[in-house]
C-alpha cells in the first residue's frame, strides 16, 4: 500500500491546477521544441547520445520529441509497429537510459515528448493477441482481446480470420481511416480506453515524460484524444493530422473537454508552402494559400485563433528524402527554410538533420527570436514579396524581427529602423533598433578551433557602446568597452562571455554566452566486415555523409570492391580505412557483394573503428548488419597520456572529454581512457 505525505499531497494538487488549466499547449508560448531523430536514426538518436547533447540542446530547446520508446514489433524500428507498451527496451537503449536522458533534460529545463502511438498495435503470434502487460506505475496488469480491435479493421480481413480461427472482433467500426498491417484499436472499447489512460499517466508519472506526439490521429476520433489529454492533465500535446487547414482546425476542435481544445496540432500546410516556395524557386508562395489552404498559424486564417494550437514545420521523418524513397523532400534552401520557421507565430519544430546540419545557424536564428520575444501568438506583416525575396516583420513582446528570405535576400534594403544581426545563405534577419539590447553573432556551444565573436549595439543612439567581460563577472560601466561591431577572440578551453549596452554610464541587457573550444585532430578509422554467416567471398563499400569527403573511390554502384580479408583474433574480416575530418563527420555504408545484390540495411553516423558482421536476418530483402566486439585487438597501445580523454586502442584521439562526459554517446567499441581498456555496449 502507498503512503501518502504531504509532498504527495503538494504534488497531486499541482497536478490538479495544471489539469485545470491545460489546454492541449499553453498560451503566448515562447519554446522552440526539437524533433531529435530522422528515419533510421538509431545512432544519434540512442538514449544516452541525446543525453551527451543534452547542456547544448537544453541552450536552445524548450521541448524535445524523441520516437516511440516502447519495444515494437521488429527490431530495429522506429517505433511505429508498437507491441509493448510497460517494456521500454528498444532500439534507441534501455530503459535506464531513457529515463535517465529524460530527467537529463528536465534538469535543465527542456520537457521530452513521447511519441505515443495508440491507433494501432502489433500482435505476439497471430491477428489478435497481444501481450499481458504489468504496469510499473500502478501495479496493475493490463491487456486487451480480439473484441477491443475494430471490426472493419484491414478492410475486413481481420474479421474473416477471426471468425475462420473462433475469435471475435469488437462490435464497432473504426471511429477514423483505417491502417493496415496492424490491428486498428477500437476507442470506443472502455477497456482500451482503460488501457491507454493507464499507458499515458505511466509515460508521465512513471518515465517523466513531459508531453505527447499522437501519431496518426486521423485514425480515430480526435474527442478520444481530448479525453486522455484531460485524464492525463498532459500540458503539451500534438496531433499528426495530416491534411489540409480546415480538417486540422475540425480535428483541434474535437479533442474539446468542457469547452476547451486539449491538443495542439502540426501545421502541414505551413510546411507546405514552404516546400512550394523553395522547390519552385517562387518565394511568394510564402505569402499564399496553398491548395485554398491558409497555414493554421496565419493571420488569415480564423482571424488568428488558432495559432496558439500551430506547431510548424519544415521537415520531418515522413517527408525527408531517404535512401529508398524521395517522400517530399524539401530540396535545397535549408536554412532560409528554417529562417522563416523560427521567425514566425506558432510553435516551431525544428527537424534533427537540420539541427546537425546547420547547427550555428539555427542557434543564432533562435536566439534572435528570443531577443524579440517572439511567441506562438505573435502578429506579423509582409513587408515584400516577389519571386526572388520574401520580408515578414514578427511583432515579439520585446521588439519587431525581420526576416528575410530568398534568392536575392541579400539584396533588400530594410531602411534605417533596422540592425542587421544575422545573415547566411538565402536569408537575413533584422532587429528593430528599438529594442536597445546587445547582440552577439556567436551563439553559446562546443567548437573546434579559435572563435570569434561580433558584438552588436542593437540600439537607435548611433553612439551606444558595448562592455563585456570573458570570465563570467557581470560587466559594469567600467568594464571593457567597445564600439559596436567590435570583434572578440574566443580562445580554446571554457569561456564565459557576457555582454551589456551602454548607455549614459548605464549597462543593461546583459547576455550570457558560453564557449567551450577545443582542437580537433582528424583521425583514421578501420571499418571491418565479417562474412562468415553469408559467405560472401567479397565485399563491396557504399559510402556517402559526413563532410562530403567520404564517396566510394568507384562512384558506380556498388562502390569500393575488396577482395582480401585480414585476419583477427582467428577471423577473417574485409577492412578498409577512412579519414574522420572534423568533430561532427561521420560515415554512412551500405555492404553489398558481387554486382551489388545482395546488400545490407544502411549504417549510419559511423565515426570510430567498427567492427561489423553481416547477419543472415533479412529485413525487406536487405541483411542485417550486427555491431560486436569480439576480434578487436587486445593489445594496449602505451605511452598514452593519463587523463580524462578517450582514445582509439591504436592510439588516436576520440575527444577530450572537456565536460567530463565520459564514454556517453560513443559508438559501441573499445577505447582507451587513462591506461584502461573501457568497453562501450
Known amino acids: 500500500m502507498k503512503t501518502i505525505n504531504t509532498l504527495t499531497i503538494t504534488l497531486l494538487m499541482l497536478a490538479s491546477s495544471l489539469t485545470a488549466s491545460a489546454q492541449g499547449w499553453p498560451s503566448n508560448y515562447d519554446g522552440v521544441m526539437l524533433q531529435a531523430f530522422y528515419w ?16 547544448d540542446i537544453a541552450n536552445y530547446f524548450s521541448l524535445v520529441w524523441v520516437p516511440q520508446s516502447g519495444r515494437a514489433a521488429n527490431n530495429p524500428s522506429m517505433g511505429y509497429d508498437p507491441l509493448y507498451w510497460y517494456d521500454q527496451n528498444s532500439s534507441f537503449g534501455t530503459e535506464q537510459q531513457l529515463k535517465s536522458m529524460i530527467q537529463a533534460f528536465k534538469a535543465k529545463g527542456t520537457g521530452v515528448i513521447a511519441d505515443v502511438v495508440v ?9 489478435v493477441d497481444f501481450p499481458t502487460e504489468t504496469n510499473p506505475y500502478d501495479g496493475k496488469t493490463y491487456s486487451m482481446s480480439s473484441t477491443d480491435i475494430c471490426r472493419d479493421d484491414d478492410g475486413g480481413a481481420t474479421l ?69 489529454n484531460s485524464n492525463s492533465g498532459v500540458q503539451y500535446s500534438v496531433g499528426e493530422c495530416w491534411d489540409g487547414t480546415n480538417t486540422i482546425r475540425r480535428w483541434i476542435d474535437a479533442t474539446k473537454v468542457n469547452d476547451q481544445i486539449q491538443s495542439a496540432a502540426f501545421d502541414f500546410q505551413f510546411r507546405y508552402t514552404v516546400r512550394n516556395a523553395i522547390n519552385r524557386k517562387d518565394w511568394t508562395y510564402l505569402g499564399k494559400q496553398n491548395d485554398g489552404n491558409w497555414p493554421l498559424m496565419s493571420n488569415s486564417y480564423e482571424n488568428g485563433n488558432y495559432r496558439r494550437y500551430a506547431v510548424t514545420f519544415v521537415e520531418n521523418h515522413d517527408t525527408e528524402r531517404r535512401a529508398n524513397a524521395a517522400q517530399d523532400p524539401i530540396v535545397r534552401d535549408t536554412l532560409a527554410a528554417n529562417a522563416f520557421l523560427l521567425a514566425m507565430p506558432g510553435t516551431p519544430c525544428v527537424f534533427m538533420t537540420h539541427w546537425m546540419a546547420c547547427k550555428k545557424d539555427i542557434k543564432m536564428m533562435i536566439n534572435a527570436r528570443k531577443a524579440a520575444g517572439i511567441h506562438s501568438m505573435s502578429t506579423y506583416a509582409n513587408q515584400a514579396n516577389n519571386t526572388n525575396y520574401y520580408a515578414v516583420r514578427t511583432t515579439g513582446t520585446k521588439c519587431e524581427l525581420l526576416a528575410v528570405v530568398g534568392t536575392n535576400a541579400a539584396t533588400y534594403n530594410p531602411g534605417t529602423r533596422w540592425q542587421s544581426v544575422l545573415s547566411g545563405y538565402h536569408y537575413a534577419y533584422y532587429l528593430a533598433k528599438s529594442a536597445e539590447q546587445a547582440w552577439v553573432d556567436l551563439p553559446s556551444g562546443e567548437y573546434d578551433g579559435q572563435q570569434t565573436a561580433t558584438l552588436t549595439a542593437v540600439s537607435e543612439d548611433d553612439g551606444a557602446r558595448l562592455v563585456y567581460t570573458t570570465d563570467g563577472s557581470e560587466p559594469t560601466a567600467s568594464s571593457t568597452s567597445v564600439a559596436s561591431g567590435t570583434t572578440v577572440t574566443i580562445p580554446a578551453g571554457s569561456t564565459i562571455l557576457k555582454v551589456g549596452l551602454l548607455k549614459n554610464g548605464s549597462v543593461s541587457s546583459i547576455i550570457t554566452r558560453q564557449y567551450d573550444i577545443s ?9 571491418y566486415v ?82 561489423f558482421e553481416i547477419s543472415s536476418k533479412t529485413e525487406g530483402g536487405k541483411n542485417l548488419v550486427n555491431t560486436i566486439e569480439t576480434g ?50
Open 160 to 228: 474473416n480470420w477471426a471468425k475462420n480461427n473462433g475469435f471475435s472482433l469488437s462490435a464497432n467500426n473504426d471511429t477514423g481511416e483505417g491502417w493496415g498491417g496492424m490491428r486498428d484499436l477500437d476507442h470506443k472499447s472502455q477497456n482500451v480506453q482503460d488501457n491507454v489512460n493507464a499507458y499515458l499517466k505511466y509515460l508521465i508519472n512513471y518515465l517523466g515524460y513531459t508531453g505527447f506526439r499522437y501519431d496518426m490521429v486521423k485514425g480515430y476520433s480526435g474527442s478520444y484524444t481530448g479525453q486522455y
Open 119 to 127: 491507433n494501432h498495435r502489433g500482435n505476439l503470434s497471430n491477428w
Open 519 to 527: 582542437t580537433f585532430e582528424p583521425y583514421n578509422i578501420d571499418i
Open 530 to 611: 565479417n562474412t562468415d554467416a553469408v559467405g560472401w567471398n567479397n565485399v563491396n563499400f557504399w559510402t556517402w555523409g559526413g563532410d562530403g569527403s567520404h564517396a566510394p573511390a568507384n562512384s558506380s554502384w556498388p562502390g569500393d570492391k575488396v577482395s582480401t580479408t585480414v585476419s583477427v583474433n582467428g577471423k577473417n574480416w574485409y577492412k578498409k580505412t577512412y579519414s574522420i575530418n572534423n568533430a561532427a563527420d561521420c560515415i554512412n555504408f551500405v555492404f553489398s557483394t558481387g554486382s551489388g545484390s545482395p546488400q545490407t540495411v544502411d549504417i549510419n553516423d559511423i565515426n570510430a573503428t567498427t567492427f
Open 40 to 55: 533510421d536514426s538509431f545512432t544519434p538518436t540512442q538514449w544516452r547520445t541525446l543525453e551527451a547533447q543534452s547542456s
Open 632 to 681: 578487436i585487438k587486445e593489445s594496449i597501445t602505451p605511452n598514452l597520456p593519463i587523463d580524462d580523454a578517450i582514445y582509439t586502442l591504436d592510439g588516436r584521439l576520440v575527444r577530450r572529454n572537456t565536460h567530463h562526459e565520459g564514454t556517453a554517446g560513443l559508438p559501441a567499441g573499445l577505447y582507451i581512457m587513462g591506461y584502461r581498456k573501457v568497453v562501450v555496449r
